[in-house]
Every structure is written in C-alpha cells, then in structure tokens.
C-alpha cells in the first residue's frame, strides 16, 4: 500500500521561503518518478516540478529559477525548497509518485504520469 504524507505548508507574506516535505512508504522507493503538483481555488492542478530517481529534475516554467525539487532515498523523502515566494504561488501542494518503464521528460509534469497522490498540504501566500 503506497503512501505519501505532506508537510511544510503554512501562510506567510511574499518574498518568504517554505520547505515541503513528502514522506513515502510502501514501494520500492528507488526505482521510481516524483513530482509536486499545486492547485489554486477554481483552477486546476498544475505540475511545479518532477525528481526522478537519478535527481534528473523539471520545472515549470512558473517556478524555475526560485524552487528546487529534491530527494533523499534514504529518508524515502522528497523536499521542494520554495524562495521567492509570490501571492501567485499560493494553492494546495501535492505529492504524487509513480513507477514503470522510462517516462519523457515532456511527460514528468503531467497529472496522468502519476498513479499515487498525497493529501495536500496548503501554502497561502499574502
């Protein structure tokens, strides 16, 4: 039974930084895809940035340049790292995970590249 756990979300004003957390369990922990999702009020869920398990990393293009995806396979955790924060950036966090055969990186930002998902951890923003 794959799990992912969040934490890290919180409120604060533009310019802040936030640290996320995503916590996995159930599954070969080496051997797959990660990436971290956001959702804004009425919109819909947008891919920020994937890690695969060689640390090859994609961003969108929203976050590049401030955010930073990381993993640590022994913690089985995933971190994004959030500087410069803006209002913009504000919505509920998720993490997702997969595994299986090669995935372009044209596809490491896409929802359906993604079979398990956390509950979310929400970050505002002000």
């Known amino acids: 039974h794959v799990q992912l756990v969040e934490s890290g979300g919180g409120s604060l004003q533009a310019g802040g930084s936030l640290n996320l957390s995503c916590a996995a369990s159930?599954?070969?922990?080496?051997?797959?895809?990660m990436a971290w999702f956001r959702q804004a009020p009425g919109k819909e869920r947008q891919g920020i940035a994937s890690v695969d398990n060689g640390g090859r990393t994609t961003y969108g293009d929203s976050v590049t340049g401030r955010f930073t995806i990381t993993k640590d396979n022994v913690k089985r955790t995933m971190y994004l790292q959030m500087n410069s924060l803006k209002p913009e950036d504000s919505g509920m966090y998720y993490c997702?995970?997969?595994?299986?055969?090669?995935?372009?990186?044209?596809?490491?930002?896409?929802?359906?590249?993604?079979?398990?998902w956390g509950q979310g951890t929400q970050v505002t923003v002000s």
């Open positions: 997702a995970s997969n595994s299986g055969p090669y995935l372009p990186f044209s596809q490491r930002l896409d929802i359906s590249a993604y079979k398990y």
């Open positions: 159930g599954y070969t922990y080496g051997d797959i895809y």
